[in-house]
Structures are given as C-alpha cells and as structure tokens.
C-alpha cells in the first residue's frame, strides 16, 4: 500500500512539472512510469 502511495504522490509531482515545463514527450514518459509501475505491482 505504501509504495501505491508514493507512487501516486510522485505521479502528481511528475505530471505537475511536466505540465509547467510543457515537455513534449510527456504522454511516452507517463506510458514507461504507468508500465514500470504495474510490473512491480
């Protein structure tokens, strides 16, 4: 549960700069974050 949790808060601070810096790639980067996250689940 705990690690669900980080994740999701890290997720959040992730897509917040990512939002702020407009990166381009940022949908390819949340694909490999969601694939490295559901592997270790």
Same mark, same amino acid.
């Given at each position: 549960?705990? @690690?669900? &949790?980080l994740? =999701? &808060? /890290?997720?959040?601070? *992730?897509? @917040?700069? +990512? &939002? *702020? /810096?407009?990166v381009?790639? +940022?949908?390819? =980067? !949340?694909?490999?974050? /969601?694939?490295? !996250?559901?592997? @270790?689940?």
């Amino acid at each position: 549960m705990t @690690a669900i &949790v980080l994740f =999701q &808060v /890290n997720l959040l601070r *992730f897509h @917040a700069g +990512c &939002v *702020f /810096n407009i990166v381009k790639d +940022c949908s390819k =980067q !949340f694909k490999t974050l /969601n694939m490295l !996250f559901f592997r @270790a689940d």
